[in-house]
């Protein structure tokens, strides 16, 4: 499926469509990666755990929006690849697996530094197909 970047004056507002919700959460972690780097100079070179929680869908994008922002700015884990699983218990759970190596930022190209995912505008709808929409203040 895929991902989008919807018109905005100012932030990256992020479009996904996708077959189920494992795949559309896959593809905001991509979004995210790719809005701050290009993703496909980045070799698969170390793995990393990545967990969080949600009370609903829109908390666990958030959360996984913002992890996935943590990783790559505070931790300078240039990220390739998520592997990752949705669980529901309580709350919604992901556990991924995420490979990828330290930034180099002239190898993996800095385009823009995210500051944070928001919740304003932020919609999930599930059909025949999962439609995220999402904002990313830069």
């Known amino acids: 499926m ?9 932030d990256a507002f992020i479009e996904i469509t ?3 919700l494992k795949e559309a959460f896959t593809l ?5 990666v790719e809005t701050t780097l290009q993703r496909e100079t980045i ?3 170390e793995e990393r755990i990545i ?3 949600g009370k609903d869908l829109r908390y666990l994008l958030f959360n996984w929006l913002e992890e996935v922002i943590f990783q790559l700015i505070t931790e300078g884990f240039a990220i390739h690849r998520f592997k990752l699983d949705i669980k529901k218990k309580i709350e919604y759970e992901i556990v991924a697996t995420a490979f990828g190596e330290p930034i180099d930022l002239q190898k993996h190209h800095f385009k823009v530094e995210i500051k944070a995912p928001t919740f304003h505008l932020m ?4 059909g025949k197909k999962v439609i995220m929409r999402f ?3 830069l």
């Open 18 to 20: 996708a077959s189920d």
């Open 28 to 32: 905001a972690g991509y979004s995210v």
């Open 51 to 53: 967990s969080v929680t």
């Open 2 to 10: 895929s991902f989008k970047l919807l018109e905005h004056a100012t």
């Open 123 to 126: 919609e999930i709808s599930e």
């Open 135 to 137: 904002l990313l203040d």
């Open 43 to 45: 070799e698969e070179k």
